[in-house]
């Protein structure tokens, strides 16, 4: 079973910038896709970034295009959200996600396993 630990949420001014990391254990982390999500009180989950198991290829949602930056370590079992520019539409739980589905998966139900979620909260 595969667990995923999300950390580094917290409050921040709009304009400033949060890394949050999700550590991952119990599977082989370089065999998952990898992806972030958010919700917020009485909304849906969003998708936000996803990247391949290798790191080659990222897709982003246009909400965070060009604003935020997935990335990964498979030595550390670790995948990062480093989010730039934040805005105070941003406020809401990150969750990271693995994938074993080949290629860019952007629907939350194409991803097996999840975090437990981390508060991203941006102030005006």
């Known amino acids: 079973q595969v667990q995923l630990v999300e950390s580094g949420g917290g409050l921040v001014q709009a304009g400033n910038s949060l890394r949050l990391s999700c550590a991952a254990s119990g599977g082989t982390f370089s065999r998952y896709a990898m992806g972030w999500f958010r919700q917020s009180p009485g909304k849906e989950r969003e998708f936000v970034a996803t990247i391949t198991w290798n790191g080659g290829s990222t897709y982003y949602a246009d909400s965070v295009k060009g604003r935020f930056t997935i990335s990964r370590e498979n030595a550390k079992n670790t995948v990062y959200l480093q989010m730039d520019s934040l805005w105070p539409e941003d406020t809401s739980v990150y969750y990271c996600?693995?994938?074993?589905?080949?290629?860019?998966?952007?629907?939350?139900?194409?991803?097996?396993?999840w975090g437990q979620g981390t508060q991203v909260t941006v102030s005006s």
């Open positions: 996600a693995a994938s074993d589905r080949l290629g860019i998966s952007v629907r939350p139900y194409l991803y097996t396993y």
